[in-house]
């Protein structure tokens, strides 16, 4: 009977435990927040075409239909609150239903007895209470919606409504062009504020005018923050320009000349005057022009030349000096000129913005004056010191540091210079020599030809300054050259173990056919060296295979590269050594040692082995130095450079002819001495009786032209022929 009751006991309480199964609690909360989620959308889209409406209605409002805009507008408010509430409660009660859940997961029952009934529990009341009055939020938005449209199609607004948006797409398009004129308005409105607080501040001294007149950069750099305006508005409106104008004309003109007169007392380096003290016109201050009356901009003017002037006087005071100390304590013409030479340079260099100024250029003109009346008094003797030597070393350069810039241009400069030149001809004058002992610079003539200039170093024993890749085409192709030109007319000059040169031809041919017999490909199977008659030096000749074979290397290797056009540069190479070698051979004669000495240092170079000197050591440079060709590149005649250039390059074109003469649009890049870096231009060329256009670029380095790109080819190095270059270096190029 205990036993009994116990059991009906145990029952009793099991029977009244609560137990909430989690999958079915899971399926009603996915369904309450899709209808939740399907309210929202729903709201949210029909909100945007309302939004967009009312707008479209209230920009049109003229006050005569007061009353239903007014009653719309309170509509669409009772709308908007709704629309906040609903979003921002269905968003709450998302985030509890995802945490909950997160708690649950993956159980299936939860009784009263485990610890998270109590906030199930309250979840689920919250949960069910807050579901039931969102559907009541969803209502009332309804019913607001349903006498918004009821309003908006009234008889009253009936001529508002005829450009409504009707869809999405153009409610977007509609509220976009509302939001960029409240932000354009935004910006006007904080544009005036900004300038009225800035004119409260009562500004006196020039720099903060200046920051005050900047009004259109301020407005200009103030856009980015407000996004995008409507179409056509890239500034301050009219209205706001017009209201500016007169605040700032009004704040500036009463105390600019107090304020410019207190400026310019305080400027006091010569260095920053062109930049401080210049016009107001241009430079950092222009901005005040635009707010500042004409006679307070003449005035303004003269007080800043009045304080420049004094500065330059100063300046030039101090220059001149040290002029005259100069030419009181030093003895020779000589010790003077280095003097006032140092005094020039670091003049410009200390005050390179003032060159420019009419009294510094008067100045200066003095000071050069006076150092062309010295250069005068020595000029006899260094002509005559130049006409008795006997040395290129000695013959270098007489007026080294004895000249400023723009001396170069004086009469007397040019008398020596013309001294120089003659004298050097005179020195370097071709004289063929016997012996290896007398041999001097003239023993040996490259001039007028493609590679003059590299000819001569390698003769020299210059090989620095040769600028020839030693296992390049051109130095293969000069070579073969020479050795073919040597053979054919100094062949009793060469040595009783001559070898023949020969040339490689097919001797068996495969020819392809097509069924119908006609030949559509020929390929050689079999090559042989057949002799050409000329004989050479077998050192010589075996070294010139070598470097024909490593050039031939260096070729296939362009081929593979990837680029199609990386093997131009070389025929552009091969072009340039034209008849050179025939020409050397014959001027140079087969038995003058110079000659001789050139195959030598031939051979040494592509070998790779040390050069020989001439026993007075000269180089390039040394010839150069004696009579320096003026490279100044304001004085370079670009069109017809580059019309050479590309003329020169033309003739390995296969396809195309360059229309000569036809170079436009030169547009040049230059570093920060002037030079040129780019020089970018536009020519013409035919193509199977057609007129193209096509663009170019040449490259400089060390003011030297250095590489043509082409448009078919704009990544690829285009050498430029070296007759050209030579041209260019002896000043053919310069007006």
Not at 298 to 303: F, G, P
Not at 317 to 342: G, N, P
Not at 612 to 636: F, M
Not at 691 to 700: D, K, P
Request: glycine letters at 6%; charged letters at 25%; a positive charge.
């Amino acid at each position: 009977m205990r036993f009994l009751m116990i059991t009906c006991m145990f029952s009793f309480i099991f029977a009244c435990t609560s137990v909430e199964h989690i999958p079915k609690l899971n399926r009603t909360l996915d369904q309450n927040n899709y209808r939740i989620n399907k309210a929202k959308y729903d709201i949210e889209a029909n909100y945007l075409l309302y939004h967009a409406q009312y707008a479209t209605v209230n920009r049109q409002e003229n006050g005569s239909n007061f009353s239903s805009i007014n009653q719309l507008g309170s509509e669409f408010e009772r709308m908007t609150e709704l629309k906040k509430e609903f979003i921002e409660r269905s968003s709450r009660l998302h985030g509890s239903t995802t945490t909950q859940r997160q708690k649950w997961k993956g159980k299936v029952n939860i009784t009263s007895d485990d610890p998270e009934w109590e906030a199930l529990d309250k979840f689920k009341d919250y949960s069910s209470t807050e579901f039931e009055e969102l559907l009541s939020i969803q209502n009332q938005y309804g019913k607001s919606e349903t006498r918004f449209n009821k309003i908006l199609k009234s008889q009253a607004l009936k001529p508002y409504t005829n450009k409504l948006p009707r869809n999405i797409h153009q409610a977007r398009i509609v509220l976009k062009d509302i939001e960029q004129h409240k932000a354009y308005e935004k910006y006007n409105i904080e544009l005036l504020e900004s300038l009225e607080n800035k004119v409260k501040s009562r500004l006196t001294d020039f720099e903060s005018l200046t920051k005050l007149a900047a009004f259109d950069k301020y407005a200009r750099s103030r856009i980015s923050k407000y996004g995008r305006f409507p179409r056509g508005k890239t500034g301050p409106s009219i209205e706001v320009e017009q209201k500016a104008t007169k605040m700032i004309f009004a704040s500036i003109n009463p105390i600019i000349i107090p304020a410019a007169k207190d400026f310019a007392s305080k400027q006091n380096s010569a260095r920053d005057i062109t930049i401080n003290l210049s016009s107001i016109k241009q430079g950092q201050f222009s901005y005040l022009v635009k707010y500042t009356s004409p006679d307070n901009i003449r005035v303004i003017d003269e007080i800043f030349n009045k304080k420049k002037s004094v500065i330059l006087q100063g300046v030039i005071h101090k220059d001149l000096q040290k002029s005259e100390e100069i030419m009181a304590t030093h003895k020779t013409a000589e010790d003077k000129l280095q003097r006032l030479v140092l005094l020039r340079n670091e003049f410009g260099e200390k005050y390179q913005g003032l060159l420019n100024e009419p009294e510094v250029k008067k100045h200066l003109s003095h000071l050069q004056q006076q150092r062309i009346k010295l250069l005068v008094t020595i000029e006899p003797r260094i002509i005559a010191s130049i006409k008795t030597t006997h040395s290129l070393a000695n013959l270098k350069d007489p007026l080294s540091g004895l000249l400023a810039q723009g001396d170069q241009q004086s009469g007397v400069v040019k008398r020596i210079k013309q001294a120089q030149s003659k004298k050097l001809n005179s020195l370097i004058a071709f004289k063929p020599v016997r012996r290896a002992s007398q041999l001097k610079v003239g023993s040996f003539t490259s001039q007028g030809l493609n590679y003059e200039t590299e000819l001569m170093a390698i003769y020299l024993g210059d090989f620095e300054n040769a600028r020839l890749d030693r296992n390049g085409m051109a130095i293969s192709s000069l070579f073969k050259g020479y050795l073919d030109a040597y053979g054919k007319f100094c062949r009793k000059y060469l040595p009783a173990n001559k070898v023949s040169i020969t040339v490689s031809k097919c001797a068996t041919e495969r020819v392809t056919k097509n069924g119908w017999g006609t030949i559509t490909n020929t390929s050689c199977v079999k090559w042989v060296n057949v002799p050409t008659g000329l004989y050479a030096d077998p050192k010589l000749y075996n070294s010139s295979n070598q470097i024909s074979r490593n050039a031939g290397m260096k070729i296939f290797g362009n081929v593979f590269s990837g680029d199609p056009f990386a093997s131009r540069a070389i025929v552009d190479d091969v072009l340039s050594v034209g008849n050179d070698m025939n020409t050397l051979v014959q001027k140079n004669k087969c038995n003058n040692a110079g000659l001789k000495r050139f195959e030598t240092n031939l051979y040494y170079f592509v070998e790779g082995k040390a050069p020989l000197t001439l026993p007075g050591k000269e180089t390039l440079s040394l010839i150069r130095n004696v009579y320096q060709v003026d490279l100044d590149s304001a004085n370079l005649n670009l069109k017809t450079l580059l019309d050479d250039l590309i003329s020169e390059n033309a003739k390995g074109w296969m396809m195309n002819r360059y229309s000569s003469g036809s170079v436009s649009n030169i547009n040049v890049r230059s570093d920060k001495s002037g030079s040129p870096q780019t020089v970018k231009a536009r020519y013409n060329f035919s193509s199977f009786g057609k007129i193209y256009s096509g663009n170019v670029s040449l490259t400089f380095a060390k003011n030297i032209p250095k590489c043509l790109y082409f448009s078919d080819a704009p990544q690829t190095c285009r050498h430029p022929s070296r007759r050209v270059i030579n041209k260019y270096e002896k000043g053919k190029y310069f007006n």
